[in-house]
C-alpha cells in the first residue's frame, strides 16, 4: 500500500519535471514571443503560405480580456478536477464500507443487523403521518 | 491546440463536418446503450468526460519553445471505447469552442475528427496491440494514450496541410511546417498524459476494480492490487 502511494508520487513528479523542464533550459530563450500557443503559431503559419487567406468566420463569444479567458480555463479545469475528486471520493467509500456489508462472517451480519434498526426508524420517521389516515 | 475559428476555408471545414457527423452519430447511439445496460458505470463515464476536460485546459510548456495541451481522450476510449469517447470529447470541443475562443464551431468537424475520433481510434488500436502481444495492463494504457494525444495533432497537422499546401513543397512541405509546430510540442506532452492516464487507471485498480472487471479491462483474477 505504501509502495502504491510512492509510485503514484513519482509519476505526479514526472509529469510536473516534464512541465518545468522547457522553462528550466530555457526552451523558449531567443523567440519573439516565448512560449506561445501552437494554434497561435499554426495562424502566423498560414498567413505566411497563404499570405491572401481571410479568417471567413469568427468566435461567436470572445472573452473580453485574457484575464477572463484564463478565468475560464480555470473554471473548465476545476469543473473536471472537481467531478474526478467526487468520483474517487465515492469509489474510495463505497469500497471501504463494501468488506462489511457483503462480508459473510459475523461483522457481516452486524452490519446487516444495524440495516435493520435503521430502516424500522426510517418507518417510524414516515409514522407521525400513518396514524391519522 | 485545435484549429481556430475561421482558419479552414468553408468546403473544407463543410468536409470535415461530413466526415465527423456519423462518428458522433453512431457515438450517441453507443453512450445511451452504454447507459442502458452499465447503469453502475455512469459515474466513470462522466469522471472520463472529467479527464478529459481537465486535460484539454492545461497548456504546458513543452521544449520547441511554445505551449499546447494534453487531450484525455486515451482513459475514456480505452475504458468505454472509442465511439463513446468521441461523444465526450465533442462536448469538450463544444465547451471551448463557445466559451473560450478556443478552437471554433465552423472547425468543430476537422477538430472532432482528429481528437474525438482518430485519437481514440489510433489509442484503443495501440492499447489492444500491446495488451494482445502480452503487454500489462499499465503500458499498454501508457501506449494507448500517448497515441491517442500525439496522433490528434498529426491529424490537425494534416488537415491544414491540406487546406493550406506550400506554394513551394506542395503539401508534404506544408505538413513538414505544420507537423514541426503541433507533433514536435506535443511529444512530451503526449509522455505527461501517458503518465497522468497510467495514474489514474491505477487509482481505479485499486478503488473501482469491480467497474473494470464489468468493462473488460481487468480480468477477474487480476483484481489483487
Not at chain 1, 57 to 84: N, T
Not at chain 2, 27 to 46: C, D, F, T
Not at chain 2, 110 to 134: C, D, E, H, K, Q
Request: contains cysteine.
Amino acid at each position: 500500500m505504501k509502495r502504491n502511494v510512492l509510485i503514484n508520487l513519482l509519476l505526479l513528479a514526472a509529469v510536473a519535471a516534464l512541465a518545468v523542464l522547457p522553462l528550466a533550459i530555457g526552451s523558449g530563450e531567443g523567440k519573439e514571443e516565448p512560449f506561445t500557443g501552437a494554434d497561435a503559431q499554426a495562424e502566423t503559419a498560414i498567413t505566411e503560405l497563404a499570405p491572401d487567406y481571410e479568417p471567413w468566420f469568427s468566435s461567436l463569444y470572445e472573452p473580453p480580456s485574457g484575464e477572463i479567458e484564463s478565468a475560464l480555463f480555470a473554471l473548465q479545469a476545476a469543473i473536471g478536477a472537481g467531478f474526478l475528486g467526487y468520483y474517487f471520493g465515492v469509489a474510495r467509500t463505497r469500497n471501504k464500507l463494501r468488506p462489511a456489508s457483503a462480508g459473510h462472517t459475523a461483522p457481516g451480519r452486524t452490519a446487516a443487523s444495524h440495516v435493520v434498526p435503521g430502516s424500522a426508524a426510517g418507518r417510524d420517521a414516515a409514522g407521525p403521518g400513518a396514524p391519522t389516515s | 491546440m485545435h484549429i481556430a475559428e475561421g482558419f479552414l476555408p468553408p468546403l473544407h471545414a463543410a468536409a470535415w463536418t461530413v466526415a465527423a457527423a456519423p462518428f458522433v452519430a453512431h457515438g450517441v447511439v453507443r453512450l445511451n446503450r452504454q447507459i442502458k445496460e452499465n447503469p453502475e458505470a455512469k459515474l466513470l463515464l462522466g469522471a472520463s468526460g472529467a479527464f478529459c476536460f481537465v486535460l484539454s485546459a492545461l497548456k504546458i510548456p513543452s521544449v520547441t519553445g511554445s505551449c499546447s495541451h494534453p487531450t484525455g481522450t486515451g482513459l475514456g476510449a480505452i475504458l468505454f471505447r472509442p465511439p463513446v469517447m468521441t461523444v465526450l470529447g465533442t462536448i469538450t470541443l463544444l465547451f471551448q469552442a463557445l466559451l473560450l475562443a478556443h478552437g471554433g464551431i465552423t472547425t468543430l468537424g476537422a477538430n472532432a475528427f482528429s481528437m474525438a475520433i482518430v485519437g481514440p481510434w489510433a489509442g484503443y488500436g495501440a492499447y489492444t496491440l500491446v495488451r494482445r502481444l502480452g503487454g500489462g495492463l499499465l503500458g499498454a494504457v501508457f501506449a494507448g494514450a500517448f497515441v491517442a494525444d500525439l496522433v490528434t495533432y498529426c491529424v490537425t497537422s494534416a488537415q491544414l496541410a491540406l487546406a493550406f499546401p506550400d506554394p513551394a513543397g506542395g503539401f508534404t512541405g506544408a505538413l513538414t511546417k505544420f507537423g514541426a509546430i503541433f507533433a514536435v510540442t506535443q511529444i512530451p506532452l503526449a509522455v505527461s498524459e501517458g503518465l497522468l492516464t497510467v495514474l489514474v487507471v491505477r487509482l481505479l485498480r485499486s478503488t473501482s476494480a469491480a467497474e473494470l472487471i464489468r468493462l473488460r479491462v481487468l480480468k477477474e483474477g487480476q483484481v489483487a492490487s
